[in-house]
């Protein structure tokens, strides 16, 4: 591999962006030394092979090839412990297939061994949206966390390499990878699917869809044209800003994201990590475990990351959890306060009309982190997984050069401004998340998802208790009028917290018509949020006596991006005499969910990450 770009160490850091990391490490004080201490514990002066017994050797080695197991048994060279998230439903990770092969092959040319420490389970939301299965998508990435767990815990490997791309499956992999923070750790990407029918095109479908104006057939149709081979869904959701919140924390290859699967580069990527990921052990004398490399600045750098891009919402839950296992603390105050000074740089859908395709032609993460560091806002000197110039290492591009990956420097503009910009010509001054506060609790919005002139909304309330109930609602022609939709029994507690997608094309269907619509919950929407002004997230949630449950029906509303202001609009002494409805979830059965009535029970709070292991 060889690199060439810019050294951007020397740009004063922003101050709030300084201010916000100080205060989270000061914060985090007590809880990151447990963790850094625990790190020191687990860490390993030689092969962690060397530490088996003979016993144990046999077992782990018994299925290896003869060349491989004669390398395994003189336990002195690094083994690489694959954690896998394949399966051939999700296309994102369908490539993963032949990637376990092609890594052993290469760790035995850079002289070491690999083997498939474990696999994850990884659910697709986009299958499960609107199901019962949808019920146990925000715990499936503590179960993922845990596995990883277990595949690790065999405590026969010298380093990490972590196949895994969508929603909760990367968060969940990062948490399990944190948990044994002494092993140096590398995320392998596999890349989005080629660009099909437009995002805004099939958003079309959908709302004529709900409005009777389109068939069955047409619909299945427009997903299809959209969603239609191997790869990583292409619009910017949770998948996607997975991918551009690890580049920010250098735990992957430079440029390494949105590389197509079938593309050369993809597989000479891969080849290019095995290399690095062994040259990052301590018996290799460039020792950089996770535990090191995700600290303070790393997760500020996430944060601003998904500022900047106007990621998905699901992250001001899932890097509170990821933070944790670091042993840092972080809230959605720091969000709000990162997104005050971080400009919004991409346009991407569903905060524009482009794919990731086009925001990789543009310039991609790599042009983004570039901008961000040459203006202190972000922070260089960390560690990171490649290179020896802090996150600068990491704003390159790659490329194929005589069948060997180089990492080569970003022209000086992007390429296409309508969809990123650099950093002295922002799509917006600020970032993409807000915090939102009042009577009704604490909540988060996707600003840069909805147009401006609807970020303030003031009309009267109607409350659902479910999904089907507001599209009910819609079909019988209840909706049509301003109102703010209330949408309660949502969060983790109550029914595992699905996301919200089912009534989307609803809501944007009575706002293409005129009406001022906006959404209240304290459920999730996540990074496929669109235009509909949404307060998420609503904490304490309902489950829990969260006063959102005081809402009635006609209640005035108020929902200010603005301000950051979310209140109901009603007498103190009312407010007060009123009482939460009782729960009438009647979901905790079928679908595997009895099987998560325990996680239901100790599950923190989403601004607490929304996590069943931290508690």
């Not at 939301?125 to 146990?136: A, I």
């Not at 052990?281 to 944060?303: C, S």
């Not at 009482?579 to 998560?596: A, E, K, Q």
Request: hydrophobic share 45%; with cysteine; net charge negative.
């Amino acid at each position: 591999m060889t690199t060439s770009g810019q050294n951007t160490n020397h740009v004063a850091i922003n101050a709030v962006v300084d201010a916000v990391t100080q205060r989270i490490t000061e914060r985090s004080k007590t809880l990151r030394a447990e963790y850094l201490a625990r790190l020191e514990q687990l860490r390993s002066r030689g092969p962690r092979r060397a530490s088996l017994s003979c016993a144990n050797q046999a077992h782990a080695n018994a299925a290896a090839d003869s060349k491989t197991k004669i390398w395994l048994n003189q336990a002195q060279k690094p083994n690489i412990g694959i954690v896998t998230a394949y399966n051939d439903m999700l296309s994102a990770h369908q490539p993963y297939a032949t990637y376990p092969d092609q890594i052993k092959e290469a760790a035995l040319r850079f002289n070491a061994t690999a083997q498939v420490a474990g696999g994850v389970p990884a659910m697709c939301d986009g299958v499960t949206q609107g199901r019962p299965g949808m019920e146990l998508s925000l715990f499936s990435r503590d179960v993922i966390a845990q596995a990883a767990a277990i595949a690790l815990s065999h405590d026969a490997f010298d380093a990490t390499l972590c196949l895994g791309i969508c929603d909760k499956i990367v968060p969940g992999l990062l948490i399990g990878a944190l948990a044994f923070g002494h092993l140096p750790t590398i995320f392998i990407p596999a890349g989005p699917m080629g660009s099909g029918l437009s995002n805004k095109e099939k958003a079309a479908v959908r709302e004529r869809y709900a409005q009777g104006k389109a068939t069955k057939d047409e619909l299945l149709a427009a997903e299809s044209a959209a969603y239609h081979s191997a790869g990583t869904c292409t619009f910017y959701g949770t998948a996607n800003s997975n991918q551009m919140l690890l580049e920010a924390m250098g735990l992957h290859l430079p440029g390494a994201s949105f590389v197509h699967p079938s593309d050369p580069l993809r597989h000479a990527l891969t080849d290019a990590a095995v290399e690095q990921v062994l040259k990052l052990t301590e018996a290799a004398g460039d020792y950089r475990p996770i535990g090191h490399v995700v600290n303070e600045k790393t997760i500020v750098n996430a944060v601003i990351a998904l500022l900047a891009t106007g990621g998905s919402t699901n992250h001001t839950i899932h890097w509170i959890a990821v933070a944790r296992a670091a042993g840092i603390l972080i809230d959605w105050q720091d969000f709000d306060e990162l997104s005050s000074v971080i400009p919004l740089l991409t346009r991407v859908y569903p905060n524009g009309t482009a794919d990731v395709n086009a925001f990789e032609e543009a310039g991609g993460p790599t042009f983004v982190i570039r901008e961000l560091l040459s203006q202190g806002l972000m922070h260089a000197d960390v560690m990171t997984v490649f290179g020896d110039q802090g996150l600068a290492s990491h704003t390159t591009r790659p490329e194929l050069q005589d069948g060997k990956v180089a990492f080569i420097a970003h022209p000086d503009r992007s390429s296409d401004t309508a969809v990123v910009r650099n950093v002295d010509e922002p799509f917006a001054a600020t970032g993409g998340l807000r915090l939102l506060q009042g009577n009704l609790g604490r909540a988060v919005v996707k600003a840069s998802a909805v147009p401006e002139e609807a970020w303030i909304v003031r009309a009267p309330a109607k409350v659902f208790e479910s999904q089907d109930a507001l599209v009910g609602a819609y079909k019988a022609g209840q909706l049509n009028q301003d109102f703010v939709a209330v949408v309660i029994f949502q969060g983790p507690q109550a029914n595992g917290m699905p996301e919200l997608h089912h009534f989307t094309p609803v809501l944007g269907s009575l706002m293409s018509a005129g009406y001022k619509v906006a959404l209240v919950t304290d459920g999730r929407m996540s990074g496929a949020s669109g235009k509909v002004p949404a307060a998420l997230h609503v904490s304490p949630e309902v489950a829990q006596g969260g006063p959102l449950g005081k809402v009635r029906d006609g209640d005035m509303i108020e929902l200010n991006v603005h301000t950051g202001e979310l209140r109901a609009l009603v007498d103190d002494a009312i407010w007060a005499a009123r009482t939460n409805p009782t729960v009438s979830i009647d979901s905790s059965y079928g679908y595997g969910r009895d099987l998560f009535v325990a996680q239901r029970r100790v599950v923190t709070s989403p601004e607490q990450g929304a996590s069943t292991l931290f508690v």
